[in-house]
């Protein structure tokens, strides 16, 4: 528990230094923390903010409706040819595999 303790005060120790260097530090005519400010207002920052904010909020509505369409409704956006094979197994068929499974195992 010690242990714990001392690397939890370790990483607070670390943390406020980087914080302390970061506002503080010029680096060129800036610091850290204030060139970050300046990439963060340009309008180049501020057009990809806002294009994330609409993806974000396209798969959002796409979400909310599938979770609106009833169990087993098909995608629609889907075409038939990539759907999933819906083969019927038959009771031979699952003997087989639950034999080569178990062979697979180890079992006899």
Known sequence: MLFTL?????FLGFLA???WWGAT???GERTLFGHLRAIGSTKESQELVRGTKDKVTEVKERIANDDQRPAGT???ATPAETAPPQDKLTSDDRKEMR???ESK???P
């Open 25 to 27: 530090v010029p680096l």
């Open 105 to 107: 195992r180890g079992r």
């Open 74 to 76: 098909p995608d629609k």
């Open 6 to 10: 001392l690397k939890a005060f370790a």
């Open 17 to 19: 230094i980087c914080a």
């Open 99 to 101: 034999r080569l499974i």
